[in-house]
């Protein structure tokens, strides 16, 4: 393939806009067939179709797009979303209540049905409309929708699968327009002009498979923040976690007519993570694969192994499905199916829950929890029938079933594979003070699969140019240099600025545009708004959003560069630190929300007479939420925030939209807000007090109602961290909700006293063993008003020793990397070494060099040698060691032409190790090897600080 055809997108993708208004896609003449949108020219296709806005009109691309479609298939039978009676009738009706619910925007999300619509793109909208998320009716417009509608019939119309696709696969896995929790941008059509000439010829499975390579050329793996970018903004800044890798796939394998799917395994049993990957249906078959992780074959993947050891793996199928696969719930606008069988071996348990009075208990909801970051995560929720029964599908590991009704529970502990029928009874009401210790063991791990993969050494190949290609399109992003020049146009500091450039990524050209655009006094204040926002944000946000901020956070403030913000004296306080000011009044960033332009909206709206009264007496606020403001909290399914804008049109939100709205009302007056550390409810600061604005009840204001103290037991091997070895949580509704802190703003417990809501609370902490096992314990107790209690964190350790797992001679053949001193018996001399065999462009390396550089100063004080040995055929082009970051300090890499180290290792552990990278093994001097992990794992830089011989603690 023509690696100049293959850059065209990214070497536009700097200049993309996903906010601005369609520009000159207007001038194309009259597009009289698919075909012919097929001759324009790829670059100026991207370049155009770049500026189309979410949020604007998109009328013109919708006339000629539909002329296309209506020409191309005039002469054809015509294709229905939907054809069977039944089904029509529930989605007109399904669509009528949606019509009600949003009704407050109807003229932006309805009035498109008054165009000229063919049969099939009425259904299309009616579908999409009557099952989408609150949250999209809240912040897109009808011709958005629209749009997905023509655009997934121009695929289905220009590719040759398009036609073989049945009906319900393509209306649930093609058409819709959502993955996940993304925001939404116009991927689907900048991808589909991208790709129709790339793909023409081929079959669907080599279709798809292509497409993969195509999304690894412009997105790899980096972890990230939970908020998920838009397609595009992954595409701008050339990586993203697996969640935005996938959404990234599914949205491009759609946008050519391939049905695709996002899976999840929503917490491993072995490890304390989580993964997402895709599957895609081609030729009557579904199939899975690594997003952007091209392989030559099907269904092959690092997790493929890991998913073996899986207790559920699932994906949403969008509306109202009634396919074949298993459903372990079906609500009113997706199914949840459980795909499990697919990849594991998989058990069906039972549960039989009864009241304290030894009857049913009919409607009692059962969770299926299973330990991962450090609390018990339930991976499904079941309702019992009238009879108090429930089942699920899962794998063969350990969970704790937990049921509730009310404020009564019930839990037990279970092996999966031991039990088919689970009895518990709800008699349980919160503890006073009680402890319970689980051994936690995930399902085993099993041989690995013998795969066919006979084209491994093309497909490296494959992947090295692919990997070239995004580096030149990275190459593209500013330089140190011009950052500097930038920075002393402005006369803004170069240090700063380098650091925001380099963040940015390739969306670079926002946040100089925004720069360029503020006045000089206002500049420092830019640069500080620039700095407290996300790195993500810096990625993905438009310059017009970060204007909005600024201008509208300085009025009525006279904002210093240090000291305090004076505010006037009917904001409630006389001044407020420059932190504060920073982090909670001018930081637009609230929760996971996507960033929009709201500030200036809503002060236009109010009014400034109704600003200045909101800021002098906070709780017209909430009087003005609770009247105007109707809460679902079934509608919007996929958990995205709606942004504040859409709350205050849509005037509906499900509860954490509302009390993300209530921050941005309250920063928009003037007064700092916050979600609380621990509960996440809106706060502002007032008088000098942080008050909770409560919904439920009257607002009220108080000191301190109890105070827990944490600390560190010092016997622990490494000091424990919130949602890796320790989680607190509080009752609610009969079950123990974990608290949030210990990122962001939310703080450390373990440097500070908790201060917290009287009531009942659980700490529950994990000692994850090598091979996943975890020795966990939870302490149930009450905290009462006035109380100060101090609990320590103790990890339970282990009482097995260590073993000898091989025995082996390590003095293979190195060839070391440029400026790298190897000797073997410099390395194996006075002690251990680890050594480990990489691949250093998968996502399974990428994180035991985020582990190891997460722990270094504990991993530097082991005084041991790390080896990081690549197999020459997977050395990545450019790699040198400075490619990471926070290495041990003692690391050395090189180079292996064999494998016959690892033939070594695996004869002598008995364990197959072929293409199980990374493999990480700690060796003493004279051979014997104490630790061995193969594949996927998260936590070996701990696990190597527990097993070794020299503590770092």
Partial sequence: MNPDRRFSTHSTLSTLSTHSTISTISTISTISTISTISTISTISTISTISTISTHSTLSTISTFLAAAILLVS??????????????????????????????????????????????????????LNAF?????????????????????????????WGKTIPEVVFRHFVLPYRVNNENLDTARIVIFNELKGRLRNMNMLDAALEVNHWCHEKVTYRGSDIRTSAPLASMKTAYGRCGEESTFTVTALRAVGIPARQVYTPRWAHSDDNHAWVEFWAEGKWHYMGACEPECVPDLGWFTEPARRSMLIHTKAFGDYLGSERAENRELN?????TLGVYAPTKEIHVMATGADGKPAAGAFIEFQLYNYAEYYPISTKKTDKAGYCNFLTGLGDLVIWARSGNAFGFQKISVGSV?????????????????????????????????????????????????????????FPTEQQSAEFAGTLGLEP????????????????????????????????????????????????????????????????????????????????????????????????????????????????????????????GLIREYILKEIRINDVENYYGTPLTPSGVYNLKVADEHSRKVFAVALLRTCGLPARLKPGTLEPEYLFNGAWTVMEFGEVTKTGGPTATLVLSNDPQNPVVPQYETHYTLGRFADGKYVTQVYGYDNFGDPLKSPLVLDPGFYSLVTGNRQPGGRVLSTITFFEMKVGETRKMMITLRKSNREPEIIASINPIWTVNPLANEQFSWPQLTDGGHM?????????????????????????????????VFLIPSDNLPAGFTKDSWKMLPKKSVFGTVSDLSSLNELEKSSGKSLSGQFPIVIMVDSIGRVTYLSSGYKIGIGEELIKLSPTPSR
């Fill in 132 to 160: 989408m998320p609150l949250s999209d009716l809240a912040d897109y417009d009808g011709e958005f929708f629209l749009n997905q509608v023509r655009w997934s019939l121009a695929a289905r119309d220009t590719f040759v």
């Fill in 420 to 476: 088919d029928t689970v009895k518990i009874t709800l008699d349980q009401t919160p503890y006073y003070d009680r402890s319970v210790s689980f051994d936690m063991e995930p399902p085993i791990q099993r041989e690995p699969l013998a795969i066919a993969n006979d084209c491994r050494e093309e497909n490296n190949r494959l992947l090295r140019m692919e990997d070239s290609i995004r580096g030149a399109y990275e190459n593209t």
């Fill in 334 to 338: 997706y199914a949840l199916l459980n």
């Fill in 74 to 127: 005039c002469n054809s039978r015509p294709f229905h979303i939907y054809s069977d009676e039944a089904y029509s009738k529930n989605v007109e009706q399904r669509f009528e209540q949606r019509k009600s619910l949003a009704g407050n925007r109807a003229e932006a999300l309805f009035s498109v049905f008054a165009e000229e619509l063919t049969e099939t793109e009425q259904e299309g909208l009616k579908f």
């Fill in 834 to 866: 680890v050594i480990a065999w990489i691949e250093p462009d998968k996502e399974t390396t990428k994180h035991v060099f985020q582990d190891l550089g997460s722990l270094k100063t504990e991993v530097d004080k082991l005084k041991c040698p790390f």
């Fill in 495 to 618: 240090d700063r600025i380098w650091l925001i450039i380099q963040k940015s990524r390739g969306n670079y050209n926002e946040i100089m545009s925004f720069l360029k655009t503020i006045p000089a006094a206002n500049l420092p204040t830019a640069l500080d708004l620039l700095e407290v926002i996300s790195d993500k944000d810096l990625r993905d946000t438009k310059a017009s959003i970060l204007e909005d901020h600024i201008n509208c956070s300085l009025l009525e403030m006279r904002y210093p560069t240090s000291g305090s913000v004076v505010i006037p004296a009917k904001a409630g306080t006389a001044s407020l630190s420059r932190d504060n000011f920073l982090a909670f009044v001018l930081n637009p960033r609230i929760a996971n929300e996507m960033l929009v332009a709201y500030r200036g909206e809503l002060q236009e709206s109010f009014g400034s007479e109704m600003i200045a009264k909101m800021q002098a007496d906070p």
